[in-house]
Nanobody, 121 residues
Framework: QVQLVESGGGLVQAGGSLRLSCAAS????????MGWYRQAPGKQRELVAI???????NYTDSVKGRFTISRDNAKNTVYLQMNSLKPEDTAVYYC???????????????WGRGTQVTVSS
């Protein structure tokens, strides 16, 4: 039905930057909110940033001023630009999207498989 595929993770030194991408494909009618979550070892998954279909954004406090979420509706893609990375940003980053399917008038949440971000000190 729907797939979300993340890319752009990797290993970076503290203070560096990475850009994550997540492309949605499949039987998509409309993509509502899109977001990025992360899960560090031994911790619960947390919301990092979210963007609505209209472009309104919200961030968790720890990344405000350093991360920027954006989306390209024509490409069904959401991005996360991460600057001034810190070791505590190390986690698996997951893409999430609330999608209304093309064939039925209901919306569901979909998840990508995750991409590892490691920030060395």
């Amino acid at each position: 039905q729907v797939q979300l595929v993340e890319s752009g993770g990797g290993l970076v030194q503290a203070g560096g930057s990475l850009r994550l991408s997540c492309a949605a494909s499949g039987s998509i009618g409309r993509i509502n909110a899109m977001g990025w979550y992360r899960q560090a070892p031994g911790k619960q998954r947390e919301l990092v940033a979210i963007i609505t279909i209209g472009g309104t954004t919200n961030y968790t406090d720890s990344v405000k001023g350093r991360f920027t979420i954006s989306r390209d509706n024509a490409k069904n893609t959401v991005y996360l630009q991460m600057n001034s990375l810190k070791p505590e940003d190390t986690a698996v980053y997951y893409c999430n999207a609330n999608i209304r399917l093309l064939t039925v008038g209901i919306s569901n949440d979909y998840w990508g498989r995750g991409t590892q971000v490691t920030v060395s000190s």
